[in-house]
């Protein structure tokens, strides 16, 4: 008897529920883009030196100059901070060094333009990206980092000489 009620009952379940269905698919894809990033567009190149040559120095606008582009959304507050070692350290012998003095200079109007960049004190600070009410289609604008100083070389046996320079980025 069970088993019959059991029957009876899918068997009602599979009229009732025998209704035509519709549905709609929607295929939905979105692209988020970081907010930020970095780029290393020329490499900051003291050369080879010799031992005893002295004080080499990279000027703002030299071909040597280290060049960084940073994209971000328009009006982004950035900090940005250049960190470097006091010294060059030879790679099998660290407590032969070379005096390291570096520099960091920005350009916020959106082109790699030197002569229109300005000076970042203390190689930190805090800059907005850049904006125009005429480009405001635009959310996107690139703000450039020119890396430049000297090295005093000293008499110092040949060598590898090495320091990490770390360009730190944050943004609000």
């Known amino acids: 008897m069970i088993n019959n009620l ?15 269905l519709s549905a709609q698919f929607i295929n939905l894809q979105i692209t988020i883009e970081p907010e930020l990033s970095a780029q290393v567009e020329q490499v900051l190149d003291f050369g080879q030196v010799v031992s005893n040559s002295g004080v080499m120095q990279i000027e703002l606008g030299d071909l040597n100059t280290g060049i960084f582009s940073i994209r971000a959304i328009r009006s982004q507050s ?14 099998n012998n660290p407590t032969d060094q070379i005096p390291l003095e570096l520099n960091v ?44 100083g000297s090295i005093d070389v000293g008499n110092i046996p040949n060598g590898l000489y090495k320091g990490d320079v770390t360009l730190f980025v944050s943004y609000d």
């Open 6 to 20: 059991a029957k009876i009952l899918f068997f009602l379940f599979v009229v009732v529920s025998h209704k035509p």
């Open 78 to 91: 950035l900090y940005i901070e250049l960190n470097h070692p006091d010294f060059l350290s030879r790679e």
């Open 105 to 148: 200079s920005y350009n916020n109007s959106g082109t790699d333009n030197i002569s229109k960049s300005q000076i970042l004190s203390d190689r930190s600070g805090t800059i907005t990206i850049g904006g125009s009410e005429n480009n405001s289609g635009n959310f996107w604008r690139k703000l450039y980092l020119y890396v430049y």
